[in-house]
């Protein structure tokens, strides 16, 4: 047997894709009756929802016993950093696409939409100037400002990153305890955005006329900052995995990808943050 092969892990055939490939199915073909009015589509978003977290529950948790019992070496830790890396890019393609949108919406559907000839002919009254609802919508609305809450939650997710990355330091020295306490401060953090931004959105439907259906302008808000909040949530939900993990002894200096691919996913969803206030809220 060559060293390579001795050194590389091949795991047991695995059928949890397969389960979450159902999940998927009955979230999406539920989510789509509900939408549609069906009442048993709730069953279906249900269903799908508890299988995905089952899936993803058992499945990690083969991943853990894996890494935890040393099966897994250079070779398997480069294959991870790739996965991770080509996953935070596709995430990174899934969050151009909607700024693509809020691009094409501000700098050339809305000022086109207000030329001349498209206000003579069609929206004589049409403003063209953002934030906008675009033509035709007459229920009035007041735009989100970027400072209060937004700028709050802005403070809160650059504090976050900072202790993160205090606390991975703490790993690499071995001060376990540091690591804890940062980590865990990382978490409150990230859950006092989420909080203040169901406050925000509470704010907006109820006193700012602000809806997912107030035109182009609260389609593209909600869309971006619900999008960046459920990434938000998904990362808050592995960064308490990783605490657990590390309460339970695990992580070493030399050998905690686990925690490093985490910490990728955080700045990620910071710097998206950091791009939401400026073009979402702020310019």
């Known amino acids: 047997?060559?060293?390579?092969?001795?050194?590389?892990?091949?795991?047991?055939?695995?059928?949890?894709?397969?389960?979450?490939?159902?999940?998927?199915?009955?979230?999406?073909?539920?989510?789509?009756?509900?939408?549609?009015g069906m009442q048993i589509g709730r069953y279906g978003v249900l269903i799908?929802?508890?299988?995905?977290?089952?899936?993803?529950?058992?499945?990690?948790?083969?991943?853990?016993?894996?890494?935890?019992?040393?099966?897994?070496?250079?070779?398997?830790?480069?294959?991870?950093?790739?996965?991770?890396?080509?996953?935070?890019?596709?995430?990174?393609?899934?969050f151009a696409a909607f700024f693509g949108a809020?691009?094409?919406?501000?700098?050339?559907?809305?000022p086109d939409l207000g030329s001349l000839a498209s206000?003579?002919?069609?929206w004589p009254d049409f403003s063209a100037q953002w934030p906008s609802a675009g033509p035709g919508f007459k229920d009035p609305f007041t735009p989100m400002s970027a400072w209060g809450i937004p700028a709050l939650n802005t403070l809160l997710l650059l504090s976050?990153?900072?202790?993160?990355?205090?606390?991975h330091f703490g790993m690499m020295e071995g001060n376990r305890g540091k690591l804890k306490l940062f980590l865990a401060l990382t978490i409150a953090l990230g859950?006092?955005?989420?909080?203040?931004?169901?406050?925000?959105?509470?704010?907006?439907?109820?006193?700012?006329?602000?809806?997912l259906s107030t035109g182009i302008y609260g389609t593209t808000f909600f869309m971006l900052t619900g999008f960046h909040g459920f990434h938000v949530t998904v990362g808050v939900t592995m960064l308490t995995t990783m605490l657990f993990r590390a309460f339970a002894g695990h992580f070493?200096?030399?050998?905690?990808?686990?925690?490093?691919?985490?910490?990728?996913?955080w700045h990620f969803v910071d710097v998206v943050w950091l791009l939401l206030f400026i073009f979402v809220y702020w310019v």
């Open 119 to 122: 206000r003579e002919l069609l």
């Open 160 to 167: 976050s990153g900072v202790t993160l990355t205090i606390a």
């Open 252 to 265: 070493k200096p030399d050998q905690h990808f686990a925690f490093e691919a985490v910490a990728w996913y």
């Open 191 to 211: 859950a006092a955005f989420l909080g203040f931004q169901v406050f925000e959105y509470s704010h907006a439907y109820s006193e700012l006329n602000l809806k």
């Open 102 to 110: 809020l691009f094409y919406a501000r700098v050339i559907a809305v």
């Open 1 to 36: 047997m060559s060293d390579h092969a001795q050194r590389y892990f091949v795991p047991q055939p695995s059928y949890w894709m397969i389960v979450g490939s159902f999940a998927l199915l009955f979230l999406a073909a539920g989510a789509a009756m509900w939408f549609n």
């Open 48 to 94: 799908g929802f508890a299988l995905l977290v089952f899936m993803m529950f058992r499945w990690f948790g083969d991943l853990v016993r894996e890494s935890e019992t040393g099966k897994y070496g250079k070779w398997e830790d480069a294959s991870f950093r790739w996965g991770m890396g080509w996953f935070i890019f596709s995430e990174v393609m899934f």
